[in-house]
């Protein structure tokens, strides 16, 4: 009998070339399918809550996997791990979840942070591909400032990649917020973008990110980041921020799609 599995997934999305399959690229999808084929033998398709892009890091990723062998969560999750090595993937979670659980489409939450390390002139190079690196301060009162005017139920299309598959440019968005760790001096401010929906477009996360670091350079005004949301047009906002700023950190799931091991028994 087929048993559906929910895969709470890890990885430094550096050396892939984002999470979906791809031909002449090696993506988290494929290390991901090849490590289940080489615990049960079964070819399987993988579905995700999140497709990030090249670069892009997961703490949290959420995947689903049907497989008709039959073992326990541990089994599961450190067989999986053993055949994803050498790669910077590892399954953190896994669990056996019902047949109508899907890892996106039943989504009700994700949750992403976006990494800056700003006035530091050196570069970092313990947080390479880690984290946005601006050698200058930024003013972050003034980009949660401006932030704020993102916050809620908007037509994004000027936060919106021209490739973006998405049906609508309307999203909710929960939470968009700086937050800062405090370090010395040498290390430089860490400061990261929380954004929190049910659902985000297509780098909108990245985009949204380099505008308000125009508004942080003094560069443009808090209310200047309305003006764009208000003109639904992409060439208005900022440039792009880079990938191996932004991870995925979580997501959420109604609580009755999880089942325990012992029903499966």
Known sequence: MTQRWKLTLEYDGTPFSGWQRQENAFSVQECLEKA???????TVTA??????????????QVAHVDIEKTADEKTVRDAINFHMRPHPAVVVKAEPVDADFHARFSAIYRVYCYKIIMNRRADPVLHHNRAWHVSWELDVAKMNKAAKHLIGHHDFSSFRAAECQAHSPMRSLQRLEFTEHKH??????????WAEARSFLHHQIRNMAGTLRLVGEGKWQPDDVKTVLEAKDRTKAGPMAPAHGLYFVRVDYPSDFTK???SML
């Open 36 to 42: 289940v084929h080489g615990f049960c033998g079964e």
């Open 47 to 60: 579905h995700v809550a999140g497709r990030t892009d090249a670069g892009v890091h997961a703490l949290g």
């Open 184 to 193: 010395s001096p040498d290390f430089g401010r860490h400061i990261e973008l």
């Open 260 to 262: 325990g091991i012992d």
